[in-house]
């Protein structure tokens, strides 16, 4: 079963506008971590945002943030002020439990395309 | 500066050659991966080492091999055995100790194989 869910293959946002990213989760641990990563074209992946899963705010990083739904099992990604350069792949990626050895698990992305 | 660097940028391999993906570390973590990533589609994992000489297959580890004799360097061999091995791989390096779920990965810049 997918652990990482993005619905959305392909966003569409007008310059300055806000977007959100949709990614909902499936864990039975009490304890994880949620990332948000960003692919441009040259491939490289950039690191943006981190919820954990006892956090009880909301994550915020500049113009990101990520909208925690803990019951729901979603954390889901805002961008603000949207700019042409945050065209790109954007993953939601999950780490689960506080044991040494937990691995990432990724979702399968959703392709940002910021019109001018 | 810190990072990790992937070399080469590009390779080209004819079909029924083994080749080496290099990967380098500074950050002094102790984790190391490889992903595999598909034209449109999320990472997968590939092998993964939490610790100097031991290493772990991860979803999709036939036809490639790994080793880890310093904290440092991670290299990944491209077997003949790996049927379909024109794809994106990206490296990534993470702390990895209890109660370091918070604990972002790092990526290097990747490296596109192509067979001829």
């Known amino acids: 079963a997918q652990k990482i869910t993005q619905t959305q293959p392909g966003m569409f946002v007008q310059e300055k506008e806000a977007v959100t990213l949709d990614c909902t989760y499936d864990?039975?641990?009490?304890?994880?971590?949620l990332f948000w990563y960003k692919q441009p074209s040259s491939g490289e992946m950039i690191f943006l945002i981190y919820q954990g899963s006892y956090d009880e705010q909301n994550a915020t990083e500049g113009r990101y943030s990520l909208n925690f739904q803990k019951a729901r099992k979603s954390a889901n990604l805002v961008i603000s002020a949207s700019q042409l350069g945050d065209s790109a792949m954007y993953f939601c990626a999950m780490r689960e439990g506080d044991d040494y050895g937990q691995n990432f698990v990724f979702g399968p992305g959703t392709r940002l395309s910021v019109l001018p | 500066d810190g990072g990790i660097t992937q070399s080469p940028k590009y390779l080209f391999r004819k079909e029924g050659q083994n080749v080496t993906l290099s990967c380098e570390q500074n950050l002094n973590h102790d984790a190391m991966y490889w992903y595999r990533q598909d034209p449109g589609q999320g990472l997968r994992l590939i092998y993964y080492?939490?610790?100097?000489?031991?290493?772990q297959k991860g979803d999709i580890a036939e036809g490639y091999s790994v080793s880890r004799e310093k904290k440092e360097s991670f290299p990944l061999t491209v077997t003949s055995a790996q049927k379909n091995p024109t794809a994106f791989y990206l490296c990534?390096?993470?702390?990895?100790?209890?109660?370091?779920?918070?604990?972002?990965?790092?990526f290097g810049p990747g490296t596109r194989l192509t067979v001829l």
């Open positions: 864990t039975s641990d009490q304890s994880y971590g």
């Open positions: 990534a390096s993470s702390k990895q100790r209890q109660g370091s779920i918070h604990n972002e990965q790092f």
């Open positions: 080492s939490q610790i100097v000489n031991d290493f």
